[in-house]
């Protein structure tokens, strides 16, 4: 069967992504774009083509990734949940993916990508702009929900969306190293919950 000129762009395309996630995840800063290509079976005329250059490649590599994390978030919270239920349900979420088999490979490609933010001043607030894109996303999840008898607004969603996320990275990566055994998914449930306070959600 043959491919189209739109199904083999999107090959390489992924191809390329796979490849980068690879190597990323390995040598963080030291990733080089030829081996990259070399295990995608391209050439770095297709990373430029593609993605416009190698910073290009990593951005949408956080897009890639970060993607799917919303959407399985965005599957779990319902509509229907107050304020207290939906944070529940989103840590408890986020306990989950730390029982994952990939969970450490995970993590060390969060970690390689921090730091090839951290030494490329010209690729850090790219990517600083694509995770917030996403916080965006949790942002909106949480905007109107009712809390004593209150919806929330879209400023006290993107502070206590901001706050959520911090805590609950910070605890996923204890999980994952091994450093806090001793937080079950109750505990996750219970720590977000006491975000919920006004110093935390701010005025209206």
Do not use: W
Request: hydrophobic content about 45%; some cysteine; aromatic content about 4%.
């Amino acid at each position: 069967m043959r491919v189209t000129r739109v199904e083999a762009k999107e090959r390489n395309r992924r191809a390329l992504l796979d490849a980068a996630r690879r190597i990323v995840a390995r040598d963080g800063h030291r990733a080089k774009l030829e081996e990259i290509t070399e295990q995608a079976g391209l050439t770095t005329g297709a990373v430029y083509s593609l993605f416009g250059s190698k910073n290009g490649l990593l951005i949408a590599l956080v897009t890639d990734y970060l993607g799917p994390h919303y959407d399985g978030i965005k599957q779990v919270v319902s509509p229907g949940l107050d304020l207290v239920e939906a944070v529940e349900v989103f840590a408890r979420h986020y306990h989950r993916l730390c029982d994952d088999p990939e969970a450490l490979r995970h993590l060390s490609f969060e970690i390689s990508l921090q730091d090839l933010a951290l030494r490329d001043t010209e690729l850090r607030p790219k990517l600083a702009a694509s995770v917030r894109a996403h916080e965006e996303r949790l942002t909106a999840l949480l905007s109107d929900r009712l809390h004593h008898g209150n919806a929330l607004t879209p400023r006290q969603s993107r502070r206590l969306a901001t706050a959520l996320r911090a805590l609950l990275v910070g605890l996923s990566q204890g999980v994952v190293l091994g450093l806090a055994d001793a937080a079950p998914e109750q505990y996750f449930a219970a720590t977000a919950r006491a975000l919920i306070t006004p110093d935390v959600l701010g005025p209206p």
